[in-house]
T-cell receptor, first 114, second 112 residues
């Protein structure tokens, strides 16, 4: 069964600390995405990837890095976390060059930066 | 670039009432339009897909249609249930691209 799994599901971090959010997909999709979800903004794209070794900036990349070490795994890295990065983060996977195919989403990671 | 506008932030209905949510979009290509639903504590999941070829989609009692002339698409359901309470997103995709664009979401609350 197609799946996108995120870890951790909840995270509390301190300002200035490093945070890594992980995502694993078993869908054999080339594309993977990181979004954040905030009230009034819907889902906004942070970074995405076309495949292992590639990362691309999305619409709001500032303060975030991404890493795609393999087809299955995609990480979002906050080197110096700030309270403004408190949000719910979603990972998704999709078919490359097929924006007409709906991406599959994980369950989300709730991050609080204190 | 592509964009989606979803004006209704919150909709409150009683059970068995009619639901209508509208979105407008802007694109220079050939769009595919999705509706996603998100329940509390879960990720967004696909509810419906509408392509320029078929103009309509349906699932679980929901129907979606799009109007190329007004570049709008909407979601409707004849009789909502309390279990339909969720956030609904209109989403724009496009063949040969790698990004989909989300609207800001409509929170539907159905009162018993």
């Amino acid at each position: 069964e197609a799946a996108v799994t995120q870890s951790p599901r909840n995270k509390v971090a301190v300002t200035g600390g490093k945070v890594t959010l992980s995502c694993n997909q078993t869908n054999n999709h080339n594309n993977m995405y990181w979004y954040r979800q905030d009230t009034g903004h819907g889902l906004r794209l942070i970074h995405y990837s076309y495949g292992a070794g590639s990362t691309e900036k999305g619409d709001i990349p500032d303060g975030y890095k991404a890493s795609r070490p393999s087809q299955e795994n995609f990480s979002l890295i906050l080197e110096l976390a700030t309270p403004s990065q408190t949000s719910v983060y979603f990972c998704a996977s999709g078919v490359r060059d097929r924006g007409d195919q709906a991406p599959l989403f994980g369950e989300g990671t709730r991050l609080s930066v204190l | 670039g592509n964009s989606v506008t979803q004006m209704q932030g919150q909709v409150t209905l009683s059970e068995e009432e009619f639901l209508f949510i509208n979105c407008t979009y802007s694109t220079t290509g050939y769009p595919t339009l999705f509706w996603y639903v998100q329940y509390p504590g879960e990720g967004p999941q696909l509810l419906l897909k509408v392509t320029t070829a078929n103009n309509k989609g349906s699932s679980r009692g929901f129907e979606a249609t799009y109007d190329k002339g007004t570049t709008s698409f909407h979601l409707q359901k004849a009789s909502v249930q309390e279990s339909d309470s969720a956030v609904y997103y209109c989403v724009l995709g496009e063949t040969n691209t790698n990004k989909v664009v989300f609207g800001t979401g409509t929170r539907l609350q159905v009162l018993p």
